[in-house]
């Protein structure tokens, strides 16, 4: 046996014993630090995500009133330089005579 | 000190044996069905090795706090979305308040423009 030969079963156990066992505990490290939640982490996420959930219901409940105050307020609240009321002539006049139906304001 | 919620439990309540493959079932979101097929095919194909990392999980994990039993199944699947990625969860739940934010604008629009409108309309009347 020459000299290479000799030092193929040193390497091989190097990195069988301390190249592997290295590589392991690295990744092992590394996924801990990321992937850690600590307590206080957690609580402020549950908080939020609780938050998020009630204002969501609240905004939901809001919107609805809106909604049957007003069916086409979106467009009214996106256009505030829009007069429009929700036109009600056509309904109220539909019956009516429509001679004396006023001009509607521009 | 209330209990983690991102920590690996056996599932004492949905268990064949010990709660491993249910405690998996419930911390990955994946169906205990599918888990538990999983073991025992991997049991076969691997000759036994699985079901040795079975009896050390079972030995090793915690047993899942009393409380946690209790979650809504919105709130599992939140949590089993915190494990898989923290982050996207944090990014998603401040999508959820930006989305309340602009819907709130919208409101505010709408209820200024109508005291507008209605200031408008009481002028007119005059």
Known sequence: ????????????????????????????????????????????LDELHELARRLDDRMG????????????????GADPVETALEDRSERLYETSERTNRPSRRT | ????????YLDKEHKKWAGVC????????????????????????????????????????????????????????FWQEVRANPRRTARDVRLRFRDIDRRLADVEAYVTSSNNRLAREIEQLR
């Open chain 1, 1 to 44: 046996m020459d000299g290479p030969q000799i030092l193929i079963p040193i390497l091989v156990v190097g990195m069988l014993f301390i190249g592997l066992p290295w590589l392991v505990f690295h990744y092992i490290t590394k996924w801990k630090t990321a992937k850690t939640l600590t307590s206080e982490d957690e609580n402020l």
């Open chain 1, 61 to 76: 409940t809001i919107e609805r009133i809106v909604q049957a105050d007003n069916p086409n307020w979106r467009a009214l």
């Open chain 2, 1 to 8: 000190m209330s209990a983690l919620k991102t920590k690996f």
């Open chain 2, 22 to 77: 249910a405690g998996i079932a419930d911390y990955t979101g994946i169906d205990v069905t599918v888990v538990r097929l999983g073991f025992v095919l991997g049991t076969i194909l691997g000759s036994g090795t699985l079901l040795l990392a079975y009896f050390i999980i079972a030995w090793m994990a915690p047993t899942k706090p009393r409380e946690l039993y209790s979650q809504s199944a919105g709130d599992r699947k």
